[in-house]
């Protein structure tokens, strides 16, 4: 060799850039934290802040806004959409959209009331049966958009049209289907009792903690770098004393709702299994960069044909639980601003549109968002026009925050 | 196996697309710890011989030998099989996922049924600090808001997981600053140092005579010449390139 003068280790031009390139996380510590704010990158936080000036709004003009009676109805108006969003989170991390979720969400609902009472299917298996065709529907629109190379917004807008009509022709003639009471109506009309209530969040609460606390012991035991216990006992009390106070209020009114129960049990489900399973982790990669993925050996077809499955057997699960609480199906199922409401959700609350970044917690927060300035202008006596355009405001406002916090970011050298 | 046993050898290899011929008889040999320079004009071949290596576009003709056996390479894993790693130009990195999930991307250590996080870290820290890249401070770091140079770098620790014997590396240094440059050529001789055959493709004739023992010239789809870069001069590198050493005229194009 003949030149071997090589210069000595270079410095990158700006380590502190560097190192503040974390992931999106919750901040790691107090400075952290601060750094965040001021760049504007607040991450999930932004949206609970979001949260609580909307409820800070409604409360000051309306005291019965807050009440654990409107709060009970909230979370059971929440539900569904909430439910459909968990699967659309799935579908805006692989970069991709579904414009189907709603009519999937009325055809299966009218195929699970169609089969209970018309065809006197026992509710378990109807359900069954009804989250089975989204899960057929989904993987079948996931398969002819990555087989034939069709944007998924086309595939799914035929999706959105072709649903709606098998739809009314499940239902009838009669266009309308009645629930008889049960499980059926039992999903969105059961509370729990207090005490039970009491258990749930005690339970979640240790169990949260128990995780957090292991994994921090494991991260220490290998010795790697670990958010401190001062932090962690922050997060771990935060959690615990919202998820009491949740219980508490509930139980001011008539218990915690079961719905509510499904759509958190969801939401942590699939954040659990995005986060921490090689499945999960694909999903985030294809949204990064499908074809390095698929050069890393990961099978991309699989990924996406497996997420459209899962949105559209979440979408099926949100119908059923929307028809539970209306106690009937009928030809408006899945219709009017579901659809539209479930992405908006998840998008407000920082889940992007270009795939590969947000988290499964934007369905619940989202939903959370959109069904309090629903609520709150209905209990003003606001109509569905100004309803409508402060919650198209609303969403453009946080896509622009968004926006600005990306610029932000970049500036502080993160992506 | 014995030290005068190529890595790997590939002896009279001919690719037809159609009419053309883009290789015609190439003869190519890399030796284990060997650093082989991979130089030639655009359209001189150098990409589909590195595909005809690594199993993208299999040879039409002609033996392929690894460690002195005979092999039908005809697909990318019998490649990666055999050992050989291919760090393409374009990198293949997910931008919204940091170091550690980059690295372990398609091969997740995983503790009943969940990701290993801890086990990845450890791994990759240990390979990071291996091959002496000290310039990633945080391996949690998201790979989108690093620099050319770190980037480069994750992606060749990543090619260095499937514990390859050959790495192949597209034009490593195109995209690169002086800094950053330096440092993806000291990771390379520490490739070498691991005693790893490697490949380099490069336009970069200076890059090219830091790191290389040996330059293999592409031109018209044969071999251009092959120089000892302890002896070769770079302007009789660039004379096999052009082809301008035939006539005698590749002073006068180098002081043009």
């Known amino acids: 060799m003949s030149t071997t003068t090589v210069p000595t280790e270079p410095a990158e031009p700006d380590p502190s850039a560097v190192a503040a390139a974390q992931k999106e996380t919750m901040p790691s510590s107090a400075k952290d934290l601060l750094q965040r704010i001021r760049t504007g990158d607040l991450g999930s936080l932004r949206v609970l802040i979001l949260l609580a000036i909307v409820w800070i709004i409604f409360q ?11 709060l009970v109805n909230l979370s059971l108006q929440v539900t569904a959409v909430g439910l459909i969003s968990v699967g659309v989170v799935l579908v805006l991390l692989l970069g991709e959209i579904d414009l189907s979720v709603g009519s999937v969400s009325g055809l299966c609902s009218a195929i699970v009331a169609v089969l209970n009472i018309k065809h006197g299917w026992s509710p378990v298996p109807a359900i069954i049966a009804g989250i089975a065709v989204g899960a057929a529907i989904g993987a079948f629109q996931g398969f002819v958009a990555t087989r034939f190379g069709i944007p998924t917004f086309v595939v799914t807008l035929a999706g959105l049209i072709g649903w709606q009509g098998l739809q009314l022709k499940v239902l009838g003639e009669t266009g309308t289907v009645n629930l008889q009471p049960g499980l059926l109506t039992d999903l969105a009309g059961k509370f729990l009792s207090d005490a039970a209530g009491w258990i749930v969040a005690i339970a979640c609460s240790v169990a949260y903690g128990a995780i957090a606390v292991t994994g921090r012991a494991r991260r220490v035991r290998a010795g790697l770098s670990a958010p401190s216990t001062t932090l962690l006992a922050v997060r771990v009390g935060a959690v615990a ?14 218990g915690v709702p079961v719905a509510a129960l ?7 489900a699939f954040d659990f299994m995005t986060r921490r399973t090689r499945f999960g982790r694909h999903i985030y990669a294809v949204g990064g960069n499908s074809e390095a993925t698929r050069r890393a050996g990961v099978k991309v077809f699989r990924v996406r044909v497996v ?72 209990l003003l006596g606001y109509e569905s026009p100004t309803k409508y355009m402060v919650t198209g405001a609303v969403l453009l406002g946080a896509v622009v925050l968004d926006s600005i916090a990306r610029s932000g970011r970049a500036q502080a050298g993160r992506v | 196996m014995t030290d005068s046993t190529p890595l790997l050898e590939l002896r009279g290899i001919t690719k037809r697309f159609g009419a053309v011929r883009a290789l015609n008889g190439v003869d190519f040999r890399v030796m284990p710890g060997e650093v082989v320079g991979l130089v030639g004009d655009n ?26 056996q005979t092999q039908h390479v005809t697909a990318p894993p019998d490649a990666t099989g055999l050992g050989i790693a291919t760090v393409y ?52 770091g998201e790979v989108g808001a690093m620099s050319g140079g770190q980037r480069q770098s994750v992606a060749i620790a990543r090619s260095l997981l499937g514990e390859p014997k050959m790495v192949i590396l597209d034009e490593p240094t195109a995209a690169l600053g002086v800094a950053q440059t330096a440092q993806v050529l000291a990771l390379i001789k520490r490739l070498k140092a691991r005693g790893l055959g490697v490949i380099v493709i490069s336009h970069n004739l200076a890059d090219v005579f830091q790191v290389v023992d040996r330059i293999f010239v592409m031109r018209l789809g044969a071999p251009g010449g092959e120089f000892d870069v302890a002896t070769a001069t770079q302007q009789e590198v660039v004379a096999a390139i052009t082809g301008l050493a035939e006539n005698g005229r590749a002073q006068g194009a180098m002081n043009r």
């Open chain 1, 307 to 378: 997420v459209f499955a899962l949105a559209s057997s979440m979408a099926a699960i949100g119908g059923i639980m929307a028809a539970s609480r209306l106690l009937a199906v009928n030809q408006s199922s899945g219709g009017s601003d579901l659809l539209l409401n479930a992405i908006a959700g998840p998008v407000i609350a920082g889940t992007s549109l270009f795939g590969g970044r947000g988290n499964v917690w934007s369905a619940l927060l989202g939903a959370l968002v959109i069904g309090s300035i629903s609520n709150g202008m209905d």
């Open chain 1, 60 to 70: 000051s003009q309306e005291s019965r806004f807050l009440s654990s009676a409107n």
């Open chain 1, 262 to 268: 499904i759509l958190v049990g969801f939401v942590a």
């Open chain 2, 43 to 68: 359209g001189a071949g150098k990409s589909t011989l590195v595909k005809v290596i690594s199993g993208i576009n299999p040879a039409d003709d002609g033996e392929y030998l690894w460690e002195g």
């Open chain 1, 241 to 254: 004393i919202a998820a009491l106070i949740a219980v508490y209020i509930f139980n001011q009114d008539r």
């Open chain 2, 89 to 140: 130009q374009d990198l293949a990195l997910c931008d919204n996922l940091d170091v550690v999930e980059n690295l372990f991307l398609g091969r997740e250590a995983t503790v009943g049924g969940l990701l290993d996080e801890v086990t990845m870290e450890n791994k990759a820290n240990e390979l990071l600090a291996e091959l002496s890249v000290t310039t990633i401070q945080s391996v949690r």
